[in-house]
């Protein structure tokens, strides 16, 4: 099964600081993917990465970058966290092609959640 | 761009059938799926049903689309207290690496 693991379960961090969200997933999937999840809003896609080293913006980009130096680990940076960051994060892989765990949607971390005072 | 609606919140008897309705606006949407978050979780992948079926059927869960009306419904056979998370439905283009999500629908199984 692919494992798709974020690094904390728990974050709390001041506001103005650098935080870094990590994502690691093991099956070799092309196309990373950071949401971030509120209550009544879904998720909403923040950045994903199609390949290494390339990144497009997702629906809500403002206030984040993202990293994606090797191929597993795909990288969410606050780079100056605010209160209305506060939320839960998660990140997903999927494989790229047509066949195989491309048909079959994204595989999920278990997710960060993140509080901002 | 594609949206995806929900109700927000469903409670049922153990043992009765549960029933999540998802509307969605754009017809080109060629794979949905449907996940189930516990509390404190990720998602994890349902099921999911191609644009080119009616219906599909997989132990407790069926998911029925109709494309006419851009509606999804899941469909749990004899829920259980287990069975209590929130569901989400997602819907993806072909040609898009997006997945968008509705807002989620809250199943409550009461003993």
């Known amino acids: 099964d692919v494992k798709v693991t974020q690094s904390s379960r728990y974050l709390v961090k001041r506001t103005g600081e650098k935080v870094f969200l990590e994502c690691v997933q093991d099956?070799?999937?092309?196309?990373m993917f950071w949401y971030r999840q509120d209550p009544g809003l879904g998720l909403r896609l923040i950045y994903f990465s199609y390949d290494v080293k390339m990144k497009e913006k997702g629906d809500i980009p403002e206030g984040y970058s993202v990293s994606r130096e090797k191929k597993e680990r795909f990288s969410l940076i606050l780079e100056s966290a605010s209160t209305n960051q506060t939320s839960m994060y998660l990140c997903a892989s999927r494989g790229g092609g047509q066949g195989g765990s491309n048909l079959y949607g994204y595989t999920f971390g278990s997710g960060t959640r993140l509080t901002v005072v | 761009g594609e949206d995806v609606e929900q109700s927000l919140f469903l409670s049922v008897r153990e043992g009765d059938s549960s029933v999540i309705n998802c509307t969605y606006t754009d017809s080109s949407s060629t794979y949905l799926y449907w996940y189930k978050q516990e509390p404190g979780a990720g998602l994890q992948l349902l099921t999911y049903?191609?644009?080119?079926?009616d219906m599909k059927q997989d132990q407790r869960l069926t998911v029925l689309l109709n494309k006419k009306d851009k509606h999804l419904s899941l469909r749990i056979a004899d829920t259980q207290t287990g069975d209590s998370a929130i569901y989400f439905c997602?819907?993806?283009?072909?040609?898009?690496?997006?997945?968008?999500f509705g807002s989620g629908t809250r199943l409550l199984v009461r003993p």
């Open positions: 049903i191609f644009s080119n079926m």
């Open positions: 997602a819907g993806r283009m072909d040609s898009s690496y997006k997945l968008i």
């Open positions: 099956m070799d999937h092309e196309n």
